[in-house]
């Protein structure tokens, strides 16, 4: 398996792009340039995108059994390569290795689940309205779809994505993040060439949104747009799309709720809202935004929540034991405590950390938080947890759905269907009764609602996102026209 970086990755070939821009890349935690990459621009995404749909077109005919030891083989290769993509996680993207190391498991769950793709590409024989008529309903693949991922779960997020569009038959184009253009694009490029994947099929063109961000979208090859990454982006390329009638799947930010009811158990609370918070520094979509605690359990929740955040490692992600690692650059940081000193100011207390150093910001925790403040308002995608009490369950139910977006979310309570009842009144794509937000499996649909996505991925469902459907209809006897070809013989 390839391991230098350095190139893109055009229709089997690692080259320099051709654009005179330079692409750094820079370790979040030590501020090390790691590697630097020629950037590509729209004349190699033009030749990506043409490279795939040329090699696309072989790939369709592929028989499922090839496809699914291309899928074999590269379950392989990851395997092989396990700890140096750990270790490009962890100085890339700042994970901390139990993070990398549990990304790096879903990755793989997702390429185990897609082998069986190839043998679901069901269609359907139908009866028809006419006599002698057969209709009959093939599921084919889109042809060619942009995967744009993101730079929280590179690994994990693009190969979900990836893997499937595959083994559905498709070609593919990854555009990666600016700042991990390794974890979420060049190392899928290396680990699918040793592979064995057919020529063409992925490529991979780093390269500056500035510069070809709107053209990965709207050239006209690709029938499908894969997108992981904040709204607001998520927004534009959503408007890119509909406007030359591609299909999108849309993986967009959460602001996703944490209640605690009334006869939650309370320690198992703080356990799940510590690991939905804090786990890779709370830069996951799915991360817990606000936690509502009722107004009797809101005082032994926040001592209990505030002295075990306070036992957190955070710094060097590349120490086993650390569990808050660095924010990817300090954008990121100063953004958070822009809202958290604009908090402060409408009344709410820090009571814990709410400093920082470098690109590490202490696991926070602020109380008398409102749901109308910056912090409840915008999604934190940072470690700093906002505690805010609620009456009753109308009360958190209503602010809960307060705002745009829905895309997971947990609560607590001792009885089960207290729980389920209520997690049913949140609009949400995903929620979960006595756990933390952060669940992903690979045959389970995940997605948003609202301003948190459109689609689903994983299992039966990126089926449906990731190929279309064809109507041939064999008529089996001369058809009956009717009086409008009847008139005609007389």
């Given at each position: 398996?390839?391991?230098?970086f350095s190139k893109v990755y055009i229709n089997g070939e690692w080259r320099d792009g051709s654009s005179d821009q330079m692409m750094g890349n820079t370790n979040p935690f030590t501020g090390e340039d790691l590697i630097a990459t020629k950037a590509a621009n729209k004349?190699?995404?033009?030749?990506?995108?043409?490279?795939?749909?040329?090699?696309?077109?072989?790939?369709?005919?592929?028989?499922?059994?090839?496809?699914?030891?291309?899928?074999?083989?590269?379950?392989?290769?990851?395997?092989?390569?396990?700890?140096?993509?750990?270790?490009?996680?962890?100085?890339?993207?700042?994970?901390?290795?139990?993070?990398?190391?549990?990304?790096?498991?879903?990755?793989?769950?997702?390429?185990?689940?897609?082998?069986?793709?190839?043998?679901?590409?069901?269609?359907?024989?139908?009866?028809?309205?006419?006599?002698?008529?057969?209709?009959?309903?093939?599921?084919?693949?889109?042809?060619?779809?942009?995967?744009?991922?993101?730079?929280?779960?590179?690994?994990?997020?693009?190969?979900?994505?990836?893997?499937?569009?595959?083994?559905?038959?498709?070609?593919?184009?990854?555009?990666?993040?600016?700042?991990?253009?390794?974890?979420?694009?060049?190392?899928?490029?290396?680990?699918?060439?040793?592979?064995?994947l057919p020529k063409g099929l992925l490529n991979v063109v780093v390269g500056r949104g500035s510069e070809i961000g709107d053209d990965i979208v709207t050239h006209p090859v690709p029938r499908m747009i894969s997108f992981t990454g904040s709204t607001e982006v998520g927004?534009?390329?959503?408007?890119?799309?509909?406007?030359?009638?591609?299909?999108?799947?849309?993986?967009?930010?959460?602001?996703?709720?944490?209640?605690?009811?009334?006869?939650?158990?309370?320690?198992?609370?703080?356990?799940?809202?510590?690991?939905?918070?804090?786990?890779?520094?709370?830069?996951?979509?799915?991360?817990?935004?606000?936690?509502?605690?009722?107004?009797?359990?809101?005082?032994?929740?926040?001592?209990?929540?505030?002295?075990?955040?306070?036992?957190?490692?955070?710094?060097?992600?590349?120490?086993?034991?650390?569990?808050?690692?660095?924010?990817?650059?300090?954008?990121?940081?100063?953004?958070?405590?822009?809202?958290?000193?604009?908090?402060?100011?409408?009344?709410?207390?820090?009571?814990?950390?709410?400093?920082?150093?470098?690109?590490?910001?202490?696991?926070?925790?602020?109380?008398?938080?409102?749901?109308?403040?910056?912090?409840?308002?915008?999604?934190?995608?940072?470690?700093?947890?906002?505690?805010?009490?609620?009456?009753?369950?109308?009360?958190?139910?209503?602010?809960?759905?307060?705002?745009?977006?829905?895309?997971?979310?947990?609560?607590?309570?001792?009885?089960?269907?207290?729980?389920?009842?209520?997690?049913?009144?949140?609009?949400?794509?995903?929620?979960?009764?006595n756990d933390q937000p952060v669940n992903d499996e690979s045959h389970v649909p995940f997605g948003g609602e609202k301003n948190s996505g459109l689609g689903r991925f994983n299992g039966e469902w990126i089926l449906e996102e990731f190929t279309t459907l064809k109507w041939?209809?064999?008529?089996?006897?001369?058809?009956?026209?009717?009086?409008?070809?009847?008139?005609?013989?007389?």
């Amino acid at each position: 398996m390839k391991t230098d970086f350095s190139k893109v990755y055009i229709n089997g070939e690692w080259r320099d792009g051709s654009s005179d821009q330079m692409m750094g890349n820079t370790n979040p935690f030590t501020g090390e340039d790691l590697i630097a990459t020629k950037a590509a621009n729209k004349d190699d995404l033009d030749a990506a995108y043409k490279a795939a749909a040329e090699a696309q077109i072989e790939w369709a005919k592929e028989l499922p059994q090839n496809k699914r030891a291309i899928l074999e083989k590269t379950v392989e290769v990851m395997q092989e390569n396990k700890q140096l993509i750990i270790d490009w996680l962890v100085k890339e993207a700042g994970s901390t290795v139990i993070k990398a190391t549990v990304e790096f498991g879903a990755a793989l769950d997702v390429v185990k689940q897609s082998t069986a793709y190839p043998f679901q590409m069901e269609g359907k024989i139908l009866p028809s309205q006419q006599a002698g008529k057969e209709n009959r309903i093939y599921r084919n693949p889109i042809g060619v779809i942009g995967v744009i991922s993101p730079w929280n779960f590179p690994f994990h997020l693009a190969m979900r994505s990836i893997a499937p569009a595959l083994a559905t038959g498709n070609g593919v184009v990854v555009k990666p993040a600016t700042d991990t253009p390794i974890t979420g694009g060049l190392i899928f490029a290396s680990i699918f060439e040793a592979a064995g994947l057919p020529k063409g099929l992925l490529n991979v063109v780093v390269g500056r949104g500035s510069e070809i961000g709107d053209d990965i979208v709207t050239h006209p090859v690709p029938r499908m747009i894969s997108f992981t990454g904040s709204t607001e982006v998520g927004m534009h390329i959503g408007e890119l799309a509909g406007g030359r009638l591609k299909k999108t799947a849309l993986e967009l930010g959460g602001n996703n709720v944490f209640v605690v009811l009334d006869d939650a158990d309370i320690d198992q609370a703080v356990d799940s809202a510590l690991f939905g918070k804090f786990y890779h520094q709370g830069q996951i979509c799915m991360a817990i935004n606000r936690i509502f605690v009722h107004k009797d359990k809101y005082d032994e929740f926040a001592e209990l929540f505030i002295q075990r955040a306070g036992k957190l490692k955070y710094g060097n992600p590349a120490e086993q034991d650390t569990n808050v690692g660095p924010l990817i650059n300090r954008k990121q940081v100063d953004r958070i405590l822009e809202d958290l000193e604009e908090s402060v100011k409408q009344g709410a207390e820090i009571r814990l950390g709410g400093n920082a150093d470098g690109n590490v910001l202490e696991p926070t925790v602020v109380t008398n938080v409102t749901n109308e403040m910056p912090l409840a308002v915008n999604e934190i995608f940072g470690p700093v947890a906002i505690l805010i009490p609620f009456e009753d369950d109308d009360d958190a139910a209503e602010m809960a759905n307060a705002l745009p977006y829905g895309l997971s979310g947990a609560v607590h309570s001792s009885n089960l269907e207290h729980g389920a009842a209520f997690a049913h009144r949140i609009h949400t794509g995903m929620i979960h009764v006595n756990d933390q937000p952060v669940n992903d499996e690979s045959h389970v649909p995940f997605g948003g609602e609202k301003n948190s996505g459109l689609g689903r991925f994983n299992g039966e469902w990126i089926l449906e996102e990731f190929t279309t459907l064809k109507w041939i209809s064999l008529q089996h006897q001369r058809g009956d026209y009717g009086p409008f070809i009847n008139q005609l013989k007389e």
